[in-house]
């Protein structure tokens, strides 16, 4: 690799001192680098496929998991491979931290890395007989309450099929790279990342034998439709695509996920099994 492109977190590199570090190291060593222009609004930070110079072979991502999802998204029909460096103190995708960058980016340099692909999901979001909203995603897409506390029924069905009911806060559709995000957090399981697989996880469901839905991602669609509130009231929810792009929903409106046409491809430098990498995170 020789040609790379640069993502950072802003609040987390202010002034791009350490970003520009990196870009001088690989500049210094015979490769070109360009790095991302600041945005008014880094909290939303969008990339746009535009920005990414042709012939990129990287795009490097600095700051943590989130912004390496969100880069993922927005350049997944770039169809670059992604390196993240961890600027935070957790992170899952960018397995390189600060102590370890220079031998990272000589082993980039030197052609000696692995391709690791991972799913994404597709989501439509459907008014009626409108699709109003497409988006794809790294994590999850997330169905829940909007206004005043309270549970909604989100009735779920697989290709069609009515598959259960769930009274909660809200569900999560995850990737397996997203069962160790907000899915975990919710209770659902850990699925090692190169598995293909939809995660679909309830958030404070009000019955005590609800659990995790694992489902075969090949072939199935899921489709989540949003129930109608107390005595048969308009119901109001909210769909997010990782996090970001929200979407208002109202009683039945529905979301149909899908595994994603593309994949994204991280590049992973060490050696590290899923099973090392994750006792190491969570010690």
């Known amino acids: 690799m020789n040609c790379f ?78 390196l993240g460096i961890n600027l935070g103190t957790l992170g899952y995708l960018a397995e390189i931290d600060r102590n370890s960058l220079y031998p990272a980016l000589d082993a980039l340099l030197d052609e000696r890395y692995q391709l690791e692909k991972r799913m994404m999901l597709h989501g439509d979001v459907w008014h009626g007989e409108n699709c109003v909203y497409s988006g794809v995603v790294l994590n999850d897409i997330l169905v829940v309450r909007e206004g005043s506390p309270h549970v909604i029924t989100l009735k779920n069905y697989v290709n069609g099929k009515y598959l259960n009911e769930y009274r909660a806060d809200g569900i999560i ?73 929200e979407v208002s929903l109202v009683t039945d409106d529905f979301v149909e996920i899908r595994k994603a046409e593309r994949h994204i491809e991280i590049v992973k430098i060490r050696n590290d099994s899923f099973l090392e990498t994750l006792r190491r995170k969570m010690q």
């Not at 060593?29 to 990414?52: F, L, W």
């Not at 559709?173 to 997203?178: C, H, L």
């Not at 975990?184 to 469901?205: Q, Y």
């Open 5 to 82: 492109f640069l993502i950072t977190n802003h609040s987390k590199d202010p002034g791009l001192t350490f970003t520009k570090s990196v870009a001088d190291y690989l500049c210094m060593h015979g490769a070109k680098a360009a790095i991302r222009k600041p945005q008014e609004t880094e909290s939303r930070q969008h990339t746009d496929p535009s920005e990414v110079p042709d012939g990129t072979d990287c795009v490097i991502v600095l700051g943590g998991d989130g912004t390496m999802i969100r880069a993922a998204g927005d350049l997944v029909n770039c169809q670059i491979p992604f």
């Open 173 to 245: 559709i995850a990737t397996p790279t997203g069962s160790t995000g907000y899915s975990l957090s919710a209770g659902g399981p850990i699925v090692a990342p190169d598995a293909e697989l939809f995660l679909m996880t309830p958030l404070a469901a009000h019955t005590l034998n609800t659990r995790s839905v694992i489902l075969p991602a090949a072939d199935n669609r899921i489709r989540i439709r949003i129930g109608p509130g107390k005595e048969q009231s308009t119901e109001h929810a909210m769909v997010s695509f990782d996090g970001r792009n």
